[in-house]
Each structure stands twice: as structure tokens, then as C-alpha cells.
């Protein structure tokens, strides 16, 4: 399995992944990834590869992705040349109109790539006060929800309750079980 993870520095990208690996490691399955940094301590793109599976490189070719998580909307439509014919995508979207550009709507089908939208902005705003620092658990949430990936609900869980830093855990699980409930029928 083959991901991509982009955002912008500050949205949790990095523990994301980390949270994909730990899930991986305990299935004993070989995992490596890279991240690329832009401007990623002043809020510029951030994109992490990560890899599951008997992969020789940690870089994911455009074209090869199986999901694409994006935590925010215009990283997300930057980075959909990566996913692999029928890929997937999870995106946190505020301006859903900005989808309905033709020529992304064209690609999008001349690939069948499906993609799962969550509007993560107005639910961490709702439900959390506008305390945006969820939103990576918040699409871990959504991933699990869809069922777009090979990992469970319980699994992401048990990772995030492991990971997540103790002053913070239970509200971590909290979005987790947001996330994954706006999908989830």
C-alpha cells in the first residue's frame, strides 16, 4: 500500500504517518517513508511518502499512490497526479466549489479516482472550538470510516491512544471517532 499525506506544516502530517506505521510494524509488516519539507515550520506544503509492503524505496512515483490524505484542500488537488488509476483520497475541504473546476473533474474521471470530501474545518469548529490541531486525527478518522484503506477503526485507535501525547489522548480519540463517524453508516 502506497501513500501519500500532504498539508501544510502545522496539520500533524508527520504524526499521521507515524500513526500508519505503528499500525504496519505491529502487523509485522515492512514500512518506510520520506517527507518533503517546504516552507513546513512557516505553514508551506508538507508531503510524506509512505510505504507498506516489499518496497525498495521510499518515495512514491506520480502515478503509484493507493491513497492520497489530504489536510488541506489545495495541497490535496496539488498532489492527486500521484494516486494510481482507481485511487483513493480522503480531503478536508472548505470550498467545495473550487471542485467543480472541468478540467479537475475531467482528471479525476479519466482516472476513476474516488475521493471522500470532509468539511474538517467547520467539524474541529463545531465540535472543538476551531482547535484545528485535530485535524490529522480527524482524517485518520475519516481513512477508517471509508474503508478506503487496510486498516481498521480499532487499529487506528489503539495507535493514536499509544501515540498521542497523554494531555491530549482523550480528545485525540474524541475527533478519531468524529472522523470516522461522518462515514461510517
Known sequence: MQYIVVGLGGQGILFSSR?????AVAKGEH???SEVHGMAQRGGSVVSHFKVGPYASPLVRAGNADILLAFDQNEGVRN??????????VINVHKPESL??????AFIKSRNIHIALIPGY????????????????LILGALAGTGMADVSMEEIRQAVAELAPAKARDANL??????????AS
Do not use: S
Open 100 to 105: 467543480e473546476n472541468a478540467h479537475l473533474q
Open 80 to 89: 492527486l497526479h500521484f494516486l494510481k488509476p482507481g485511487g483513493k483520497a
Open 19 to 23: 500513526v500508519l506505521g505503528h499500525i
Open 174 to 183: 474524541a475527533v478519531l471517532e468524529l472522523g470516522y463517524k461522518h462515514f
Open 122 to 137: 467547520d467539524m474541529l469548529r463545531q465540535h472543538m472550538g476551531g482547535n484545528f490541531l485535530f485535524l490529522n486525527v
Open 31 to 33: 514500512v518506510m517513508g
